[in-house]
């Protein structure tokens, strides 16, 4: 990232274009605000939504509201619920998400996460 500077701005998220990506089941609807070397977005998962692959990408990710399951291809998983967060740097685990009833995240990922493993 040579020039990561981005300058004051307020996002107004009901102004931002809303794309709609199908999982396995269910919709995933996405916000992006792309910048050089970031992108912030604004994720709303549907009632029974299910990825429809793995994803390697790292993340930070913030659960507004709703309830998403991280399931990790070692059979791990984890719950997040209103308030809580989980961070992975790209290519550490492959992971992707499961609702039930709906979630709403905002996520943050770019450059900075890459792994240095």
Same mark, same amino acid.
């Given at each position: 990232m040579? +020039? !990561? +500077? @981005?300058?004051f ?5 009901? +102004?931002v274009?809303?794309?709609? /990506?199908? %999982? ?5 609807y996405?916000?992006?605000? *792309?910048? &050089? %070397?970031?992108?912030?977005?604004y994720?709303?998962? #549907?009632?029974n939504y ?5 994803c390697?990408?790292?993340? @930070? ?5 709703g309830e998403?399951v991280n399931?990790? *291809?070692d %059979? #791990?998983r !984890? ?5 809580m967060s989980y961070?992975? !740097? &790209?290519d550490l #685990?492959? /992971?992707?998400?499961?609702?039930e +009833?709906g979630?709403?995240?905002?996520i @943050?990922?770019?450059?900075f996460?890459? #792994?240095n493993?």
């Open positions: 040579e +020039n !990561s +500077n @981005i300058p701005q307020t996002i107004d998220w009901k +102004n274009p809303r794309t709609e /990506h199908k %999982g396995e089941t269910g919709i995933a996405w916000q992006t605000m *792309q910048f &050089d %070397g970031l992108r912030v977005r994720v709303e998962y #549907s009632k299910k990825a429809d692959h793995w390697e990408k790292g993340h @930070i990710v913030y659960c507004l509201e998403v399931e990790l *291809q %059979g #791990s !984890s719950t997040l619920r209103k308030g961070i992975v !740097s &790209d #685990s492959s /992971h992707r998400s499961v609702t +009833n979630v709403h995240l905002l @943050i990922d770019g450059d996460l890459r #792994s493993a």
